[in-house]
């Protein structure tokens, strides 16, 4: 943001930061170099609109969505639409407006009140999607300056995205810490979407969990997506509206149809969450499941493990009086499963 705001900003001259870069080769270079005001607006701090002074402005608008992406203001977020719509549509002091966020806006069939805006997101964009990452050769070009982690390294903890056409995209917070700390390690930071993504595997919702299961095990699920998950839009309800705004969130990749865990470090978070193998009804009158899996024991020995750390605690705290205790060992010299099944 600060680098096109120097570009278009007319408070200082900036010839010397951009003459010896590729943007001085465009033939509009000149024309929109420091000729406008800058608004620059981060929407966790809202300033005080300008008045009208008659001059055009370039409107640079950072997480525009962050009431909706942090569940804020629920009741407020119509009006803070309108507010977006009232100030930037059809007004002659817009010469431009640039917003970036996460979320896309929720369009409606009528009356919408930000359509004006071209779109690009993680989902569907063939022209700007290399720059949501890091690019092979960006990684390639800060690699060099180190000599602690190996590029396979990096690409096992950091790729995974994909633009349109294929080419591999990196997490560029990730990438730059691991770089400046020289250790490939997990630094996603858990956000309250993950916590979302708990709910859909604690409950299965539209068989989630079995999904994940898959791709945990590196088994890509294939579906067609074709909505994107929305601001505004009411909490994801079904299948496709879930994966649609994981993806949207980058806790899933999405290529040729196919969905997938990105990359070692998403994998980490994944396989924290389905360690708990405790499944929930979906309906009261259904019973609550425990599994305990074992290897060179036998299942008596799988359950007992689970009255002894109390696995069930959870179920019974959510007023689930039927559960079942399932313990399953697994016989490497046999090759054979044993499983035993007791009510608690």
Same mark, same amino acid.
């Given at each position: 943001?600060?680098?096109?705001?120097?570009?278009?900003?007319?408070?200082y001259?900036?010839?010397?930061?951009?003459?010896n870069l590729?943007?001085?080769?465009?033939?509009?270079?000149?024309?929109?170099?420091?000729?406008?005001n800058?608004?620059?607006?981060?929407?966790?701090?809202?300033?005080?609109?300008?008045a009208?002074?008659?001059?055009?402005?370039?409107?640079?608008?950072?997480?525009?969505?962050?009431?909706f992406?942090?569940? /804020?203001?629920r009741?407020?977020?119509?009006?803070?639409?309108?507010?977006?719509?009232?100030l930037?549509?059809?007004?002659?002091y817009?010469?431009?407006?640039?917003?970036?966020?996460?979320l896309?806006?929720?369009?409606?069939?009528?009356?919408?009140?930000?359509?004006?805006?071209?779109?690009?997101?993680? /989902?569907?964009?063939?022209?700007?999607?290399?720059?949501?990452?890091?690019?092979?050769k960006?990684?390639?070009?800060?690699y060099? $300056?180190?000599?602690?982690?190996?590029?396979?390294?990096?690409?096992?903890?950091?790729?995974g #995205?994909?633009?349109?056409?294929?080419? %591999?995209? #990196?997490?560029?917070?990730?990438?730059?810490?691991?770089?400046?700390?020289?250790?490939?390690?997990?630094?996603?930071? $858990?956000?309250?979407?993950?916590?979302?993504?708990?709910f859909?595997?604690?409950?299965n919702?539209?068989?989630?969990?079995?999904?994940?299961?898959?791709? =945990?095990?590196?088994?890509? =699920?294939?579906?067609?997506?074709?909505?994107?998950y929305?601001?505004?839009?009411?909490?994801?309800?079904?299948?496709?509206?879930?994966?649609?705004?994981?993806?949207i969130?980058?806790l /899933?990749?999405?290529?040729?149809?196919?969905?997938?865990?990105?990359?070692?470090e998403?994998?980490?978070?994944?396989?924290?969450?389905?360690?708990?193998?405790?499944?929930?009804?979906?309906?009261?009158?259904?019973?609550?499941?425990?599994?305990? /899996?074992?290897?060179?024991?036998?299942?008596?020995?799988?359950?007992?493990?689970?009255?002894?750390?109390? #696995?069930?605690?959870?179920?019974?705290?959510?007023?689930?009086?039927?559960?079942?205790?399932?313990?399953?060992?697994?016989?490497?010299? %046999?090759?054979?499963?044993?499983? $035993?099944?007791?009510?608690?």
């Amino acid at each position: 943001m600060n680098m096109l705001g120097a570009y278009y900003g007319k408070k200082y001259p900036s010839e010397a930061i951009f003459d010896n870069l590729n943007i001085s080769r465009s033939k509009n270079y000149k024309v929109h170099l420091n000729k406008y005001n800058i608004i620059n607006i981060s929407m966790n701090c809202l300033p005080d609109l300008l008045a009208v002074t008659g001059d055009e402005f370039i409107f640079m608008i950072d997480e525009w969505d962050y009431i909706f992406s942090h569940d /804020l203001y629920r009741e407020n977020q119509g009006d803070f639409l309108e507010f977006l719509r009232y100030l930037l549509k059809d007004r002659p002091y817009v010469a431009l407006a640039y917003m970036t966020g996460v979320l896309p806006v929720k369009k409606y069939s009528t009356g919408s009140a930000l359509n004006m805006f071209d779109e690009y997101t993680m /989902l569907n964009d063939s022209l700007f999607d290399e720059y949501f990452g890091f690019t092979e050769k960006e990684v390639e070009a800060l690699y060099s $300056r180190q000599s602690k982690l190996s590029l396979e390294e990096i690409a096992e903890w950091y790729n995974g #995205y994909h633009t349109d056409d294929g080419r %591999k995209i #990196y997490n560029p917070r990730s990438v730059v810490l691991a770089l400046l700390n020289g250790k490939c390690r997990s630094y996603w930071t $858990r956000s309250g979407k993950m916590d979302e993504v708990l709910f859909f595997l604690k409950y299965n919702i539209g068989e989630v969990r079995d999904d994940v299961v898959k791709m =945990v095990n590196h088994m890509p =699920v294939r579906m067609e997506i074709i909505e994107e998950y929305t601001a505004g839009q009411e909490n994801p309800a079904n299948r496709e509206e879930i994966y649609a705004a994981m993806i949207i969130y980058g806790l /899933l990749s999405y290529h040729d149809g196919e969905l997938g865990i990105p990359n070692k470090e998403l994998m980490l978070e994944f396989q924290k969450a389905l360690k708990d193998d405790i499944f929930y009804p979906r309906k009261s009158n259904l019973p609550g499941i425990v599994v305990e /899996l074992n290897a060179g024991g036998t299942p008596e020995a799988a359950i007992e493990q689970i009255r002894d750390k109390e #696995y069930f605690e959870k179920l019974k705290k959510e007023n689930i009086e039927k559960i079942l205790l399932v313990g399953i060992n697994y016989s490497a010299d %046999k090759k054979e499963h044993q499983c $035993r099944i007791e009510e608690f």
